[in-house]
């Protein structure tokens, strides 16, 4: 069955950098579109960014573009998302998903961004 684990979340200061990884089994990685969606407390899920089956497109919510960027290595089968300049309001359980809306997702990686 799908398996999506995320890692690399914790507690960083405004203005630090984190890179999530994801990695995944159970279908074939390569063969889809994968993104990260969130979820901040108390709202419902975001999209956050997307990258296509071979890495030659990606998008992003207007929010985190020209700080965060999105990529994978499918001989890996893993997903990654670099933060870079994270605001308070990045704060969030960023999820590794296999559909835009995150129906199917991983359990989720905790990001806190505090002073």
């Known amino acids: 069955q799908v398996q999506l684990v995320e890692s690399g979340g914790g507690l960083v200061q405004p203005g630090g950098s984190l890179r999530l990884s994801c990695a995944a089994s159970g279908f074939i990685f390569g063969a889809y579109w994968m993104y990260w969606v969130r979820q901040a407390p108390g709202k419902g899920l975001e999209w956050v960014s997307g990258?296509?089956?071979?890495?030659?497109?990606?998008d992003y919510l207007d929010s985190v573009k020209g700080r965060f960027t999105i990529s994978r290595d499918n001989a890996k089968n893993t997903l990654y998302l670099e933060m870079n300049s994270l605001k308070s309001e990045d704060t969030a359980v960023y999820y590794c998903?296999?559909?835009?809306?995150?129906?199917?997702r991983g359990k989720g990686t905790l990001v806190t961004i505090s002073s």
């Open positions: 998903a296999k559909d835009k809306a995150g129906a199917v």
């Open positions: 990258i296509s089956r071979s890495a030659n497109a990606t």
